[in-house]
């Protein structure tokens, strides 16, 4: 695989796979479905059609591998019901749908471990 740096410590892989929604946390540690859109104007607070995108990254520091997830484009991602914005994700493998998941992973030489309820990846050497 070649990674390709993406900001201070992560790196990123791979072909782009849309993203429509994540599996996220909430404030008591069960997971709930949020749907993810790509939006470009900073001022809406609605959704648009724009799926959003996820590629393979890889933690630098901890080696964990996971999926970033990104606005389309040059866009910003936007989660659910939430009112921010934000460039970019970093969600572990078991946070995006089977379909996506298996895009993500398919052909690549890696070995998947639990870490607590969190699915991550590692490099098979």
Do not use: H
């Not at 607070?45 to 990254?57: D, E, I």
């Amino acid at each position: 695989m070649e990674w390709k740096s993406f900001g201070d410590n992560i790196s990123i892989t791979g072909k782009p796979r849309e993203v429509r929604s994540l599996k996220l946390p909430d404030a008591l540690g069960n997971f709930r479905r949020y749907r993810v859109t790509t939006t470009w104007d900073l001022d809406r607070y609605n959704f648009t059609r724009a799926p959003a995108v996820g590629r393979l990254a890889k933690d630098n520091k901890e080696g964990k591998i996971g999926a970033v997830v990104m606005g389309r484009s040059g866009g910003y991602l936007k989660i659910g019901r939430f009112p921010n914005r934000q460039t970019f994700l970093f969600v572990p493998l078991n946070s995006l749908s089977q379909k996506v998941k298996n895009g993500l992973l398919k052909n690549e030489n890696l070995d998947l471990f639990l870490e607590g309820n969190l699915l991550f990846a590692r490099q098979r050497e």
